[in-house]
T-cell receptor
Framework: AQSVTQPDIHITVSEGASLELRCNYS??????LFWYVQSPGQGLQLLLK??????LVQGIKGFEAEFKRSQSSFNLRKPSVHWSDAAEYFC??????????????FGTGTRLTIIP | DVKVTQSSRYLVKRTGEKVFLECVQD?????MFWYRQDPGLGLRLIYF???????EKGDIPEGYSVSREKKERFSLILESASTNQTSMYLC?????????????FGPGTRLTVL
């Protein structure tokens, strides 16, 4: 069974500092990996996704993530955070299906707080 | 702009009431999903649907049912609401095809059961 672990429940970062949010997954085959962001009171918005090709993936809002198969990780990074990045971040994994009708498994989320 | 809409942002119901949560997507997506989101537990899948009139149980289906009579609409039903169903409910949709598992989410319905 597929699973996702986000080991950090809450992270606090100063505005302008760099950020790395950790995500480890368990999946038997080639995974399809996602990072979503949820601003307070909102639904989830896709930041980036990976399913093949270059293991360093660029997303929206200046975020990037690196797929490391040997470590079963897909960590999210941003070189310089802004106050508007305060939100909850979810990592998700799914199968690379030929049909695209498979469900995703989400991590428990990491809440990011930005301090001035 | 792609859109998933949910019928209510906030809902307050009493224990034992029948509750309907509606979700509509305008992207002609085949797949639709209902999740509940609770602090510290992330998103947990309640039910999903691959096609009209098709439904599959997710990880926590107990106490819930769903209906999908039209492709664009997916309803979540709480037959007899209980206080432990107080939660944020998120609807999502996705298309089918290789590499198409990206899910698009609605804004959520925060349900309080008193």
């Amino acid at each position: 069974a597929q699973s996702v672990t986000q080991p950090d429940i809450h992270i606090t970062v100063s505005e302008g500092a760099s950020l790395e949010l950790r995500c480890n997954y368990s999946y038997g085959a080639t995974p399809y990996l996602f990072w979503y962001v949820q601003s307070p009171g909102q639904g989830l918005q896709l930041l980036l996704k990976y399913f093949s090709g270059d293991t360093l993936v660029q997303g929206i809002k200046g975020f990037e993530a690196e797929f490391k198969r040997s470590q079963s990780s897909f960590n999210l990074r941003k070189p310089s955070v802004h106050w508007s990045d305060a939100a909850e971040y979810f990592c998700a994994v799914g199968p690379l299906s030929n049909f695209g009708n498979e469900k995703l498994t989400f991590g428990t989320g990491t809440r990011l707080t930005i301090i001035p | 702009d792609v859109k998933v809409t949910q019928s209510s942002r906030y809902l307050v119901k009493r224990t034992g009431e029948k509750v309907f949560l509606e979700c509509v997507q305008d992207m002609d997506h085949e797949n639709m999903f209902w999740y509940r989101q609770d602090p510290g537990l992330g998103l947990r899948l309640i039910y999903f649907s691959y096609d009209v009139k098709m439904k599959e149980k997710g990880d926590i289906p107990e106490g819930y049912s769903v209906s999908r009579e039209k492709k664009e609409r997916f309803s979540l039903i709480l037959e007899s609401a209980s206080t432990n169903q107080t939660s944020m409910y998120l609807c999502a949709s996705s298309s089918q095809g290789l590499g198409a598992n990206e899910q698009f989410f609605g804004p959520g319905t925060r349900l309080t059961v008193l």
